[in-house]
């Protein structure tokens, strides 16, 4: 059974950081592709960044240059370096899978006050 986990997430004030950190069992995220994804209230969730079983990584115009998608195989933990954080960054964040996503972690809320 895939279980994913959230954390890291909090409240922090514009142009501030945090980490988000998504571990996994009962998959090993080494030679997938991941991505983190959020859902604000009253917004449809949106993928914002993605790391292939390539390497490469993709990100959503409105984080690029700020958020940073990075993997530890060894942990088999997924992380989002988010800087410069923005009032409408606030949302739920999740990891999952892509393309096709498994079960829902229960994510990490991320609220940035202006």
């Known amino acids: 059974q895939v279980r994913l986990v959230e954390s890291g997430g909090g409240l922090v004030q514009a142009g501030g950081s945090l980490r988000l950190s998504c571990a996994a069992s009962g998959i090993i995220f080494s030679g997938k592709s991941v991505g983190w994804n959020r859902k604000a209230p009253g917004k449809q969730r949106e993928w914002v960044a993605l790391?292939?079983?390539?390497?490469?990584?993709n990100y959503q115009d409105s984080v690029k240059g700020r958020f940073t998608i990075t993997r530890d195989n060894a942990k088999n933990t997924v992380y989002l370096q988010m800087n410069s954080l923005k009032p409408e960054d606030t949302a739920v964040y999740y990891c999952?899978?892509?393309?096709?996503?498994?079960?829902w972690g229960q994510g990490t809320q991320v609220t940035v006050s202006s």
């Open positions: 999952n899978l892509i393309p096709t996503p498994s079960s």
């Open positions: 790391s292939f079983r390539t390497g490469n990584t």
